[in-house]
């Protein structure tokens, strides 16, 4: 398959694709879909050939689910509300081919409610030569509106939260019933690889932060992070850090721009894809502060159905603050390490799972931001102001 540097999901209509989708056994869609190599863009980067042929593999002639999520938890990078406002065409090809690929005659395009261009692009995309009812549903705002199993409850209409997998959504989704569930960025890559047979070789990314044009962007998966911040420009100055994958994405130190932009090279690096955000953290930053800010945000958006990241997001983000308030102890590096530890083993969904990747890269890398608080009790960077006053106590520390 002919793989391609150019932008791709931005700029390309694959116009017929669907027709053409329509023509093609069910086992040779499949075959392309595996040969172009398309991952989940939602961060997890299962194969999406696999998600299919799990539903396939539990269809039972009864109804079958698609469900779009086009969601963008994630406030600082609005990856599918660029994508459907440039080119919704393309996303909702991808839910019709898909469906097809599954079996399923009912889709739903799942949208964040501030998305209100996004959502005029799809409902003019959507027409009845795509071959599946297509409803746009609104999550309810915050972050936790758009994980996996969080939406299907709010499909459900019940409040948003995680649930236990296994069953995962292909054996018992929406109604109970098998359901796939890919991202819009996923989805829109269908009707390039119907219509080129071409590889899934780019990726929307979000920069932000300290650079010059912050903004949404399609780069090769590989890519350096030099590289995505150059095409934004560059960085305004000196940089501490970079926050990649979102709020609960880990912070490599800012020398680590030769660290590849792809599924496996971040998780050897600490942190994963998540969100696609990539954020430069200028010099003068300090990060014990700043991992404290982004427990606080984890801590406040929790579903808080299940006790380790209800309770463990809490507890981290009081540690940290009270570290940075001059109020640190020698133990605490230790109980930070064990939080984390409980939250990746024993949460519920990806939120509590992967945010200790916060704690783990920030301790490794910027092990002196928080030697020199808890030891000195003063900031490194003296940027930080004092929040706490004093520690509350339980019985087992912290």
């Not at 065409?89 to 395009?109: D, P, Q």
């Not at 890519?223 to 880990?250: C, D, F, N, Y």
């Not at 109980?335 to 783990?360: K, N, V």
Request: proline letters at 5%; hydrophobic letters at 40%.
């Amino acid at each position: 398959m002919p793989a391609s540097t150019a932008p791709r999901l931005l700029e390309t209509e694959a116009g017929g694709a669907v027709a053409k989708a329509r023509d093609l056994p069910v086992d040779d869609l499949l075959e392309l879909i595996e040969k172009s190599g398309l991952r989940g863009r939602g961060g997890a980067g299962y194969p999406l050939v696999d998600k299919i042929r799990a539903v396939r593999r539990n269809a039972d002639g009864g109804p079958i689910y698609l469900i779009a999520n086009a969601y963008d938890a994630d406030p600082g990078s609005p990856l599918s509300r660029t994508l459907l406002t440039r080119n919704a065409g393309n996303v909702l090809a991808g839910i019709a081919i898909a469906a097809r690929a599954v079996g399923a005659t009912e889709a739903y395009l799942y949208l964040h409610p501030e998305a209100v261009e996004a959502r005029a692009a799809a409902e003019e995309a959507i027409d009845d030569e795509l071959g599946v009812h297509v409803e746009i549903a609104l999550g309810p705002g915050g972050f936790m509106g758009g994980e996996e199993s969080a939406l299907l409850a709010v499909l459900e209409s019940r409040r948003a939260m995680a649930r236990q997998r296994p069953p995962y959504p292909a054996e018992q989704g929406l109604r109970m019933r098998p359901t796939l569930i890919a991202s819009a960025e996923t989805l829109a890559w269908v009707p390039i690889i119907v219509a080129e047979q071409a590889r899934a070789s780019t990726k929307l990314v979000s920069v932000t932060g300290a650079v010059v044009r912050p903004g949404v962007y399609e780069i090769t998966l590989g890519s350096q992070l030099g590289e995505i911040l150059t095409e934004a420009g560059g960085a305004t100055g000196k940089l501490k850090g970079l926050h990649v994958g979102g709020p609960t994405g880990g912070i490599l130190a800012g020398s680590r721009t030769d660290t590849r932009f792809d599924f496996d090279d971040l998780r050897v690096a600490g942190t994963h894809m998540g969100s696609a955000q990539v954020r430069a953290i200028a010099a003068g930053t300090c990060i014990v502060n700043e991992a404290a800010a982004l427990f606080a945000y984890l801590a406040k958006e929790s579903c808080a159905i299940c006790v380790p990241c209800r309770v463990g997001t809490k507890r981290v983000q009081a540690i940290l603050e009270s570290t940075y308030s001059g109020l640190g102890r020698d133990t605490d590096l230790a109980w930070l390490d064990e939080l984390g530890t409980h939250m990746e083993r024993f949460s519920l969904c990806g939120f509590g799972i992967t945010a200790p990747s916060i704690l783990r890269t920030t301790m490794r890398e910027f092990a002196d931001d928080y030697k020199i608080h808890i030891e000195e009790k003063r900031c490194p960077e003296g940027a930080c102001k004092p929040i706490r006053s004093r520690r509350y106590e339980t019985m087992v520390q912290p």
